[in-house]
């Protein structure tokens, strides 16, 4: 059972005037990893706020996977990916790449998506859209490898490479 941390990034959301439908859809969608919701928490796109809530998530809560929603576009208030690369070892640029390939196919405003994802210790950031259909669309695709990834990144010695 894989430990999961869910932060939804959003002003309107943190004040209580939108309700979050992204942070739930994740929490029923990583049940199959399979993963237990640590800990879900609504901030404002304050980027300090964001870095200090990656940090407990993956230093405090020893999360294995973080999944932040929200704040990765080009609005001035967007800076999801700017506190997350600051917190981050190292980028794991398929991810964001596989997420981008795909969301492509059914819209060019795909090409605007700023995610990243990356590791801090043992923890695996990955930054997410935040509507709850792109939240769909793009957390279907990276799904499947997420298991593997974890395991890795927990230190499972076993090969790779498949028959």
């Known amino acids: 059972m894989f430990k999961v941390a ?5 002003d309107r959301g ?3 005037e939108r309700e979050d439908s992204s942070g739930p859809l994740i929490t029923e969608m990583v049940k199959d ?3 237990e919701v640590i800990h879900y928490e609504i901030i404002p796109d304050e980027k300090e706020q964001i870095i200090e809530a990656l940090k407990i998530c993956a230093d405090g809560l020893k999360a294995d996977l973080i999944l932040t929603t929200g704040g990765t576009g080009l609005s001035p208030r967007d800076v ?3 506190a997350t690369l ?3 070892d ?3 640029p398929g991810f964001s ?8 196919k059914k819209t060019p405003h795909a090409m605007i998506s700023r995610a990243v994802c990356g590791i801090r210790g043992s923890s695996l950031i990955v930054n997410l859209p935040g509507s709850p259909k792109s939240v769909k669309e793009n957390l279907s695709v990276i799904l499947p490898a997420l298991p593997h990834a974890l395991s890795k990144l927990k230190g499972d010695p076993s090969e790779c490479a498949q028959e």
């Open 33 to 35: 990893l399979p993963g």
């Open 90 to 92: 190292k980028e794991v």
């Open 86 to 88: 600051d917190v981050i």
């Open 80 to 82: 999801t990916p700017d």
């Open 97 to 104: 790449e596989a997420m981008r390939a795909e969301s492509l």
């Open 14 to 16: 943190s004040k209580g």
């Open 6 to 10: 869910i932060l939804t990034i959003s």
